[in-house]
């Protein structure tokens, strides 16, 4: 089997999940010196987490803008779902996985961090496309 630049961009993206994967979730259970890590470092690393995850299926370089702005939608609109508490999205939330992906509480906070992520993913993306000619 031939290793094209396409699938030594993908081993990158899967190596940089595999960091970036549990930096996410050790963020949500930090309680230590300065709560940053906690209430918004896992914001910022949930963009990078979806930015290189589609990344990972449309690898090109020119792909990167758009999926970092569609992560960056997506997430605005499931941070402003968090206002809605509709029985069905309760049920949802009272599970491990629905918090952690739909959330329980809105702050607005979280939009400054949702930016900075979907930016530090774009800069990824743009990398990782470097890797070949697309």
């Given at each position: 089997?031939?290793?094209?630049s396409?699938?030594?961009k ?5 190596l940089?999940?595999?960091?970036v ?7 949500k259970?930090y309680?230590?010196?300065g709560?940053w890590f ?10 990078i987490f979806f ?6 299926v449309?690898p090109?370089r ?15 609109l499931?941070?402003?779902?968090q206002?809605w ?6 049920t ?8 952690v ?6 702050v ?6 949702y930016l900075v ?6 800069l ?9 000619s697309?």
């Amino acid at each position: 089997m031939k290793f094209n630049s396409v699938n030594r961009k993908r081993l990158w993206i899967l190596l940089s999940l595999c960091i970036v994967t549990p930096l996410g979730f050790w963020c949500k259970s930090y309680h230590g010196f300065g709560n940053w890590f906690y209430l918004y470092g896992g914001g910022v690393l949930y963009e990078i987490f979806f930015c290189l995850v589609l990344f990972l299926v449309w690898p090109k370089r020119q792909n990167a803008i758009k999926i970092a702005i569609g992560v960056l939608i997506v997430t605005c609109l499931l941070e402003t779902l968090q206002l809605w508490h509709a029985p069905f999205l309760e049920t949802i939330r009272s599970t491990y996985w629905g918090r952690v992906f739909i959330g329980t509480t809105f702050v607005w906070l979280d939009f400054p961090h949702y930016l900075v992520g979907a930016f530090l993913g774009w800069l990824f993306m743009r990398r990782f496309g470097e890797a070949s000619s697309d």
